[in-house]
């Protein structure tokens, strides 16, 4: 029997989406182990929700490198050590560059709040309301060399609530847990079908 592909997740913050996604392999809704947290913040509050799923998790401050290849080096290290398949992004803040992308060819995807290639980038929510939509959403897409910029795997939209950024922040944060996971389950199935 063939193992279960082995997932990589990169956070920055809070770290919802990772406990999404770590909550689906625990349940089998996800046929895959999510196996590393791998994050540039220390002190991000991801670390905690990691450690209540016993998934192993790294922390790695880009600062301490001479450049992003030293520190994406690093990091590919790691992940080479945890046989890890795929990667991740949930709200992790940093631009993948070359050699993770190499490592890695189509095998790195992200969550984006808009419906790319609308307001890519920081605060895609603030974009969304200063530019007056009614209808933003969600992406989650393959990761490129660009921001935001790789292809869409699923898309969906979410109304704006005029002039209340929480209550579309909520909405698109509930929509973003299920989609990742929707998202996951397709490339998954894809790749198992083409290997």
């Known amino acids: 029997m063939s ?4 997932i990589a997740v990169f956070a920055s913050g809070s770290g919802s989406n990772f406990e999404a996604i770590a909550q689906a392999a625990a349940d089998g809704e996800l046929e895959a182990e999510v196996v590393l947290l791998v994050t540039d913040k220390p002190l991000a509050k991801v670390m905690e929700r990691a450690e209540r799923f016993r998934i192993p998790s ?35 803040m940093r631009l993948i560059g070359p050699t993770l992308l190499d490592a890695y060819p189509n095998r790195i995807i992200n969550i984006h709040p808009s419906l790319l290639p ?11 309301m200063d530019a007056g939509v009614e209808v933003t959403g969600v992406t989650v897409h393959y990761v490129d060399e660009g921001m935001d910029t790789g292809p869409a795997i699923l898309q969906r939209e979410v109304p704006v609530v005029p002039g209340d950024r929480e209550k579309t922040e909520a909405a698109i944060h509930a929509v973003e847990h ?7 389950r397709k490339v998954l199935a894809e790749s198992a079908v083409t290997e």
Do not use: H, M, S
């Open 118 to 128: 609308a307001f890519p980038g920081k605060d895609a929510i603030g974009q969304a």
């Open 178 to 184: 299920d989609l990742y996971r929707e998202a996951l």
């Open 58 to 92: 790294v922390a790695f401050n880009p600062k301490a490198y001479k450049d992003k290849a030293d520190y994406e080096r690093t990091v590919l290290g790691r992940l080479r050590e945890e046989g890890v398949d795929w990667v991740a992004l949930a709200g992790y």
């Open 3 to 6: 193992r279960k592909p082995r």
